[in-house]
């Protein structure tokens, strides 16, 4: 099965950075990756799929890069509202696994 | 509105079994592929199973294989999780997800808001 690994696993930030994220498979899953929002309590939401497009209604401060086994996620000019854990999903092959997380902290 | 609703949680012993199910509405249920995805308190997504639209496909992690079956009741729009031999760490909120099909990009897309299942003596 494929393994996805994300570092850092958590990330202290302040509101107006930039925060980048990565995601590695352990084989190529392109463009097979989607982003994930989780906020305490609550369901995660889609924030980037296959790879790099935007989910309608997501802010463009969030945006995906990467392909074949390394993906990013960046966040630009970061709002209170995105202090979240962040996951990232395969779905390329028998599975759907996810990433173990990061968690972007004030 | 897209809606699915998770029922079917609480608490059994070690070794039991319990079942899961998932009430879908608002889309076209046998056109999507679902997910079950567990998260253990205060831990990252687990994804469990899959289903596909056809319901030819079935995919399990390694960790459910041979304990946890995967079904969908048409008739009932309905998602089913059926679990066995219950353990202490497989204690968590069950999410139902569906994921979109490949040509709208596939991600998962709408998510259930969760069962608690908890394994205990």
């Known amino acids: 099965d494929i393994q996805m690994t994300q570092s850092p696993s958590t990330l202290s930030a302040s509101v107006g950075d930039t925060v980048i994220i990565t995601c590695r498979a352990s084989?190529?899953?392109?463009?097979?990756l989607a982003w994930y929002q989780q906020k305490p309590g609550k369901a995660p939401a889609v924030l980037i799929y296959?790879?790099?497009t935007l989910e309608s209604g997501v802010p463009s401060r969030f945006s995906g890069s990467g392909s074949g086994r390394e993906f990013t996620l960046t966040i630009t000019n970061l709002q209170p509202d995105d202090f979240a854990t962040y996951y990232c999903?395969?779905?390329?092959?028998?599975?759907?696994?996810f990433g173990q997380g990061t968690r972007v902290e004030i | 509105e897209v809606q699915l609703v998770e029922s079917g949680g609480g608490l059994v012993q070690p070794g039991g079994s319990l079942t899961l199910s998932c009430a879908a509405s608002?889309?076209?249920?046998?056109?999507?592929?679902m997910n079950w995805v567990r998260q253990a308190p205060g831990k990252g997504l687990e994804w469990l199973a899959y289903i596909g639209s056809s319901n030819t496909v079935i995919k399990y992690a390694d960790s459910v294989k041979g304990r946890f079956t995967i079904s969908r009741d048409v008739a009932k729009n309905s998602l089913v999780l059926q679990m066995k031999s219950l353990r202490v760490e497989d204690t968590a909120v069950y999410y139902c997800?569906?994921?979109?099909?490949?040509?709208?990009?596939?991600?998962?897309?709408?998510w259930g808001l969760g069962t608690l299942v908890t394994v205990s003596s």
């Open positions: 296959k790879a790099s």
């Open positions: 997800a569906r994921r979109r099909g490949y040509g709208s990009g596939g991600p998962t897309d709408f």
């Open positions: 608002g889309f076209v249920f046998t056109s999507f592929e």
């Open positions: 999903q395969q779905y390329y092959g028998d599975s759907r696994a």
């Open positions: 084989q190529s899953v392109s463009p097979w």
